[in-house]
């Protein structure tokens, strides 16, 4: 007898309709699975074989084969067991074929029966959904992310036994509607507060939060580089619901996700510096995405930005600029999403201490190393450059600064003129605006655009550097609650971006 259950394959970041065809007739017993899978797929014969047999099901001795189509599709991980094993009941005619029609099945078993969570459910949901499947047979575990997709039933099953349950119409669907779970969790015991001095530092971060910005800080050690690039998630804008929709997506199809429902905090991401370029910005044999797709509409942290090896991090400059990255394997290539505020830190020399007084014991090829590891064209893409010093001994005893939720309010508050700027357009924020979008909807008077012409005459900029000082000072301007961009904007944006010549120099 011959059957066929629906379920879906992960491709990059959506999902494919596959069919689970089963057929058991007379032979000598085996069980294959043909259809271009990986070894997790294989290795479900044996998953599926146990946990009907320890669910109290037969499995029967005869010659079964399976086949996921479409055959040419690459199919990975265990997340096809489920529908294998309603394929075999229903086969096998120890369950009645008829929901088959309108559902898809997803999960992973365990050799004693229970269904186990899988990865990408969010991205399953939205194909069933544009299918036009009636619903959705998933992992308890996954039932509030699956349950994020409107018009389509789902229906949690925990084992074997409930599986069956729903074949024969016994089990109900659930109807909850996963909300948006309401303020971070982990990030709660970091705030801007606990930050003693660096008014600069603060500032930046705001302007980095208020415009997309992505931000460099360098300066010597102990000053509290990292210290602030951890809290900038903290004055984030809080997540629209378009914007965790997207990074439950990602962050569930490389298996990130863990809490039931919508990812409720903006990703803070801080790879290591060893990590390769396929690591940072996807790839691999599977296209698989990378930290820069991992840490979309969050932060991208590289904390020590000299010790990156430099092949890595020019890799990141087309993902920066474009705010997506395309991996290609073989046939295949994947776009991923990348829109992430960049924040990097570095000590400015090996030893850390240049500038600082005499103190510092770098010899001349050691600064030329150091320098030459800082790409240039990726540092020319770092919209704020600040050098940050070590707080005065008083700092620590002064009134705290503000609070990560005061400089989150006053952050939205700019946000929302952006929107309303750019509304209609890809561009969500300042930073996100192309050259012909910051020329249209920028309006600089004459002082503003005469100080921009003067610093690039002088050769402080290039072009690129040009735009981006304008959309920086876009930002400022939109933080003071000025229509027009004033000199005064393009002055505070022009030094929060200097700092990134005299890096060159102090290195
Ligand atoms: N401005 C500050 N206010 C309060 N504490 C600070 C400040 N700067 C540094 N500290 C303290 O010093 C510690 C080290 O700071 P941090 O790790 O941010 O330094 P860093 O600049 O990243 O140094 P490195 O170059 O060595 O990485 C912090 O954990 C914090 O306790
Ligand atoms: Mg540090």
Redesign the pocket.
């Given at each position: 007898m011959l059957s066929r259950v629906t379920t879906f394959a992960i491709d990059g970041l959506r999902s494919r309709r596959v069919t689970v065809e089963v057929d058991i007739r007379p032979g000598l017993p085996a069980f294959t699975v043909v259809g271009l899978g990986d070894a997790a797929v294989r290795e479900s014969r044996e998953r599926v074989r146990a946990a009907l047999l320890n669910s109290g099901f037969e499995f029967p001795s005869r010659r079964i084969t399976a086949n996921l189509a479409p055959a040419a599709l690459h199919k990975a991980g265990p997340g096809f067991d489920l529908a294998l094993a309603a394929g075999v009941l229903v086969a096998s005619g120890q369950a009645p074929p008829e929901m088959l029609d309108q559902w898809a099945f997803v999960g992973e078993l365990s050799l004693g029966g229970e269904v186990r969570p899988c990865r990408g459910v969010l991205a399953v949901a939205e194909g069933a959904r544009q299918f036009g499947l009636r619903g959705l047979v998933v992992p308890v575990e996954r039932a509030d992310e699956a349950t994020l997709v409107d018009d389509i039933a789902v229906v949690a099953v925990a084992s074997i036994k409930e599986l069956v349950g729903f074949l024969c119409g016994e089990l109900k669907t659930r109807a909850t509607r996963a909300a948006l779970v309401s303020k971070a969790t982990s990030n709660d015991e970091l705030d801007l507060a606990?930050?003693?001095?660096?008014e600069a530092?603060v500032g930046a971060l705001e302007i980095a939060a208020a415009g997309g910005h992505n931000l460099l800080?360098w300066?010597?050690?102990?000053?509290?580089?990292?210290?602030?690039?951890r809290r900038l998630p903290t004055i984030l804008p809080s997540l629209q619901r378009e914007e965790a929709l997207e990074i439950t997506r990602i962050h569930s199809i490389v298996g990130l996700h863990s809490t039931a429902g919508l990812v409720n905090e903006r990703p803070f991401r801080a790879p290591h510096h060893t990590i390769s370029s396929s690591g940072l910005v996807g790839g691999g044999a599977v296209p698989a995405p990378g930290e820069v797709t991992l840490a979309h509409h969050g932060v991208l942290f590289l904390?020590?930005l000299s010790e990156f090896a430099r092949s890595t991090l020019d890799a990141l400059r087309q993902p920066l600029e474009d705010g997506w990255v395309t991996v290609v394997r073989g046939q295949r290539s994947v776009r991923y999403p990348a829109r992430a505020i960049l924040v990097a830190?570095?000590?400015p020399c090996p030893c850390?201490y240049a500038g600082v007084g005499d103190r510092c014991r770098c010899s001349e090829p050691d600064l030329a190393r150091h320098r030459r590891r800082l790409s240039g064209p990726l540092v020319d893409r770092l919209d704020l450059c600040l050098s940050?010093q070590?707080?005065a001994i008083g700092?620590?005893t002064q009134s705290k600064g503000p609070t990560s939720e005061q400089v989150r309010t006053r952050v939205e508050q700019a946000r929302a003129i952006q929107s309303k700027r750019l509304r209609g357009l890809r561009a969500t924020c300042n930073a996100q605006m192309d050259s012909r979008q910051t020329s249209d909807l920028v309006r600089a008077s004459g002082p503003a655009l005469s100080l921009l012409d003067l610093a690039y005459n002088a050769s402080f900029l290039s072009m690129r550097g040009h735009q981006r000082v304008l959309k920086v000072a876009r930002t400022i301007a939109d933080l003071a609650g000025s229509v027009t961009v004033e000199r005064e904007h393009v002055g505070s944006a022009l030094a929060l971006r200097q700092h990134g010549s005299r890096l060159g120099e102090a290195a």
């Open positions: 606990d930050v003693r001095g660096q530092g800080l300066g010597p050690p102990g000053a509290g580089k990292t210290m602030l690039a904390d020590e830190a570095t000590n850390g940050l070590r707080p700092a620590l």
